[in-house]
């Protein structure tokens, strides 16, 4: 617990520090650790930055459909970590990113990717059921499932989010509240808390100004 809370307070120091070097004109800083490779480039050795970026994953949705990181080809996403049964502040999240869907929704470039952190209780049908009571009625939003393995060791070390056990808490699971801004290239761009409206605001603002980035290219 202290190990991943500890993680999580460096990158969110991160981005806090990044976001104060910046101004409004500026790029998204790319967040996460960051490797210098020398490599030659016409003939001459440069020194160049390899960014974190998400490792290659493989889920299921609620339609049953296979979710890979080229189901992300070509598109920037938000992705974040509950689970169906979340007495807590899972509801909140869900709201706040219902939020998100609809002001982006049928944009092609733009998609979801939820993680259910119990897989044990959220199957694909109760998946697709929590979908459906959302109001979710497409796949720009994916609602995801797979071994409890997979999806607790993703959390931590591709998108450095906690996700726990804990049956002394509410719900049995403790995780973050954490909206996570990924970019076409997997990079992170941005984190958010996403139990907060404004943070929420936030992030549809700066996922706007990721697009323009692009379109600039």
Known sequence: ?????????????????????????????????????????????????????????????????????????GKIYVADFFFTSCPTICPIM???????YKQFKGNPEVGILSHSIDPRHDSVSVLKKYAHKLGVDDTQWDFVTGTKDSLYEIAEHSYMVSAIEDKNQPGGIVHSGAFLLVDKDRHIRGVYDGTNEDAVKQMIDDMNKLLAEYKKQ
């Open 1 to 73: 617990m202290l190990k991943n809370n500890n993680k999580l307070f460096i990158f969110l120091a991160i981005l806090t520090l990044s976001s104060s070097c910046s101004t409004k004109k500026d790029k998204l800083p790319i967040l996460g650790s960051r490797e210098a490779i020398t490599k030659t480039i016409n003939g001459e050795q440069v020194i160049d930055s390899v960014y974190h970026t998400i490792e290659p994953f493989r889920f299921i949705n609620q339609d049953s459909m296979v979710v890979t990181n080229d189901t992300f080809k």
């Open 94 to 100: 869900k709201r706040n990113m219902l939020t998100v």
